[in-house]
C-alpha cells in the first residue's frame, strides 16, 4: 500500500501523522510510504530523516492525496483537503465530527473511508486508546494553563495556584474523571490547588476515590452540585467526553454570573463542541477570551502546544492500527481487531457512526465489513 503524510496545514499545528521510526515500521512491512517537504520541520524532523526510514518526499499535497492509497493525519481535514480526498481512499486522522457538519459533509461528498482516531475503542469495547494520549496530554496542560491564566497580567484573578503558607490555594473544578479529567487533577494536586473532581460513573467514583485518597475530593455529578460550586471556583477545567457525540452543556452563561472576576475556564471538550454554553473554538495564536469578566481557554488543539511529545505519544498509539490498515486493508483490519469498527465515521458517501449521525441530524447508515 502507498501511504501518504502531508503536512499539517491547520493554525500552528506542528506535529506530525508519522514520525521517521513509525515510517520505519511501514516500510519495514513492505509498503510505501510519501511524506511531504517539511512535514516534521516544526518538531525537527528532517527530510532526511525520513528519507533514511524509508519514505520518499513529496513536494506538496496535492501529490501525496493523488496518489496515495491511505492518508495519516493528526488534525481533521481541512476544506482544501477535503476537496482533494478520492473515492474509496482511507482517511486516519482525528476527526471530531460532532461539532462540524461542513466536514462531514465534505467527507461524505468525497466518498473516502474516513477513519477517526477519537471513536477507536478498546479490545473490551471500553476506552479510547487512539485518543488517551493526547487527553493524557490536554489534561496535563489544562492544569498548567489555568494556572498560567490564574496570573493577573493574562486576565486572571492574581492567585497562585498553590498558595503560600497562610494564604488558601487556587480551588480547582474538573468536570468528568476520565482520562483527561483525571490527568488535570493529579497535575492541578501536584501544584497544590485545592481539588474537586464531578464524575458520574460509580465505578470511575471509586476508581477516583481510590487513587487520590482525599488529596481531592470526588463527588456525583450534578447539575445542581456544580451550579452550587462555582462561586468558589478559581479555575473550572471541562473534560466530559461522550465517544463520538458533542459534548453536553454543563456550565451555562447565566451561571458565569456567579462566579469570580478573573477565574479561568479551560475546556479540554472544545473539539467536540464544548462542555461550557459560551465556550467556542480559539488558537495558540489567540488562545483565551473573556465573557462576563470570566477568561476562557478554548484552544481546539491544546497537545499542539507541546507537538513534539504530542506526535510521539500518539504514533505510539496510532501505528499497530495503520500496520493493520495496510497489511490487511480496512475492511479486514476493522472486522479481525477487537473495538477497530466503531472507528469508520463515513464511507461512500454515508455517515457510518451513529454518534455522529445523531449529534449532526444526519442520516446513519451501517457499513458492512
Not at 517537504?37 to 527530510?47: V, Y
Not at 487527553?135 to 498553590?162: F, N, T, V
Not at 454570573?257 to 461550557?276: E, P, R
Request: aromatic share 6%; hydrophobic share 45%.
Amino acid at each position: 500500500m502507498l501511504v501518504g503524510v502531508p503536512k499539517e496545514i491547520k493554525k500552528q499545528e506542528h506535529r506530525v501523522g508519522m514520525v521517521p521510526s513509525a515510517v520505519g515500521e511501514m516500510v519495514k512491512h513492505g509498503h510505501k510510504v510519501l511524506v511531504e517537504t517539511g512535514a516534521g520541520a516544526g518538531i525537527n524532523f528532517s527530510d532526511e530523516e525520513y528519507k533514511k526510514a524509508g519514505a520518499e518526499i513529496a513536494a506538496n499535497a496535492a501529490d501525496i492525496f493523488a496518489k496515495a492509497d491511505m492518508i495519516i493525519k493528526v488534525k481533521e481535514p481541512q476544506p482544501n483537503e477535503c476537496a482533494m480526498l478520492r473515492e474509496n481512499q482511507i482517511l486516519f486522522t482525528y476527526l471530531h465530527l460532532a461539532a462540524d457538519k461542513d466536514q462531514a459533509l465534505a467527507l461524505q461528498k468525497s466518498k473516502s473511508i474516513c477513519i477517526a482516531y477519537e471513536t477507536v475503542t478498546g479490545f473490551d469495547g471500553r476506552g479510547l486508546p487512539l485518543l488517551a494520549p493526547m487527553s493524557e496530554i490536554a489534561g496535563r496542560l489544562s492544569a498548567q494553563i489555568g494556572a498560567d491564566y490564574l496570573m493577573k497580567h493574562k486576565g486572571g484573578l492574581g492567585r497562585l495556584m498553590g498558595g503560600v503558607p497562610g494564604v488558601q490555594p487556587a480551588t480547582v473544578l474538573v468536570l468528568g474523571g476520565g482520562v483527561s479529567g483525571f490527568n488535570a487533577a493529579r497535575m492541578a494536586v501536584g501544584l497544590g490547588a485545592k481539588v474537586t473532581i464531578f464524575e458520574r460513573s460509580p465505578e470511575r467514583l471509586r476508581f477516583l476515590d481510590d487513587y487520590f485518597e482525599g488529596r481531592a475530593t470526588i463527588i456525583y455529578s450534578t447539575a445542581s452540585d456544580i451550579e452550587a460550586a462555582l462561586p468558589e471556583a478559581d479555575v473550572v477545567i471541562g473534560a466530559v467526553l461522550i465517544p463520538g457525540a458533542s459534548a453536553p452543556r454543563l456550565i451555562t452563561k447565566p451561571m458565569l454570573k456567579t462566579m469570580k472576576k478573573g477565574s479561568v475556564l479551560v475546556d479540554i471538550a472544545i473539539d467536540q463542541g464544548g462542555c461550557f454554553e459560551t465556550s467556542k473554538p480559539t488558537t495558540h495564536g489567540e488562545p483565551t477570551y473573556v465573557v462576563d469578566d470570566v477568561v476562557h481557554y478554548c484552544v481546539a488543539n491544546m497537545p499542539g502546544a507541546v507537538p513534539l511529545s504530542s506526535a510521539l505519544a500518539l504514533n505510539q498509539a496510532v501505528l499497530p492500527y495503520a500496520l493493520a490498515l495496510a497489511d490487511k486493508g480496512w475492511q479486514a483490519a476493522l472486522k479481525d481487531i477487537p473495538g477497530f469498527a466503531p472507528g469508520l465515521n463515513v464511507a461512500f458517501g454515508k455517515i457510518t457512526h451513529k454518534g455522529v449521525a445523531e449529534s449532526l441530524n444526519l442520516p446513519y447508515e451501517s457499513v458492512s465489513l
